[in-house]
């Protein structure tokens, strides 16, 4: 069992950065593929970035290619989420994601054993 929590969510405005976090407890996080998804209000959950067991591989959204970074650091249980140049359409309910799949599936929803609960994030224009 992997819990994540997430934080680094706020206001900010158009233009501006953020970077979320997100902690897993336990011993295995190096065994988890780690990605950011958001839902922002009446839309689905979306695929934003993820990243493989040791950082050496990601992928993004085209949305947010160029604009958002995905990190992790293995000794602390951690995963970031760098985001640059946000824009009104960036607002949603950011959450945290690990997979186990050997074979990583990035974007589907369906491939992630464990969620958090999300923090928000608001872009005022």
């Known amino acids: 069992q992997v819990q994540l929590v997430e934080s680094g969510g706020g206001l900010v405005q158009a233009g501006g950065s953020l970077r979320l976090s997100c902690v897993a407890s336990g011993r295995t996080f190096s065994t988890y593929s780690m990605g950011w998804f958001r839902q922002a209000p009446g839309k689905e959950r979306e695929f934003v970035a993820g990243?493989?067991?040791?950082?050496?591989?990601?992928h993004y959204a085209a949305s947010v290619l160029g604009r958002f970074t995905i990190s992790r650091d293995n000794a602390v249980n951690t995963v970031y989420l760098q985001m640059n140049s946000l824009e009104p359409g960036d607002a949603a309910v950011y959450s945290c994601?690990?997979?186990?799949?050997?074979?990583?599936?990035?974007?589907?929803?369906?491939?992630?054993?464990?969620w958090g609960q999300g923090t928000q994030v608001t872009v005022s224009s």
């Open positions: 994601a690990a997979q186990r799949r050997l074979s990583i599936d990035y974007v589907s929803r369906t491939a992630y054993d464990y």
């Open positions: 990243i493989s067991r040791s950082g050496g591989g990601s």
